[in-house]
């Protein structure tokens, strides 16, 4: 059972930065992908970022391309993610999740890929 710990969400301002990190704990962290996602009001849960197993290869959403970085400490057991030059639009909930053995990249962008979530932590980016 692993268990994982979202941490560093805030409110700030349009244009500012947040990094969020999430601590991974009860399993091999470095046999899991590991994946964000965020849920704002009264929308559904959406895909964010992925990062595989190693940290070689990363999937950003469309939405936050060029502007979000996912990266992983696997001697840390934690993910990051990297927010800049935010929007009110990110405003939401943002989830991390693992994903255990997942190889298959392009599948690490759906939710049914992962095995575990976090209780989230709150982003609000005022305008």
């Known amino acids: 059972q692993v268990q994982l710990v979202e941490s560093g969400g805030g409110l700030v301002q349009a244009g500012d930065s947040l990094r969020l990190s999430c601590a991974a704990s009860?399993?091999?962290?470095?046999?899991?992908?590991m994946g964000w996602f965020r849920q704002a009001p009264g929308k559904e849960r959406e895909f964010v970022s992925a990062?595989?197993?190693?940290?070689?290869?990363?999937y950003v959403a469309d939405s936050v391309k060029g502007r979000f970085t996912i990266s992983r400490d696997n001697a840390k057991n934690t993910v990051y993610l990297q927010m800049n030059s935010l929007k009110p639009e990110d405003t939401a909930i943002y989830y991390c999740?693992?994903?255990?053995?997942?190889?298959?990249?392009?599948?690490?962008?759906?939710?049914?890929?992962?095995?575990?979530w976090g209780q989230g932590t709150q982003v609000t980016v005022s305008s």
């Open positions: 990062i595989n197993l190693s940290g070689l290869s990363t």
């Open positions: 999740a693992a994903a255990y053995l997942r190889f298959d990249g392009n599948s690490l962008r759906t939710k049914s890929a992962y095995d575990y």
């Open positions: 009860g399993g091999t962290f470095s046999r899991y992908a």
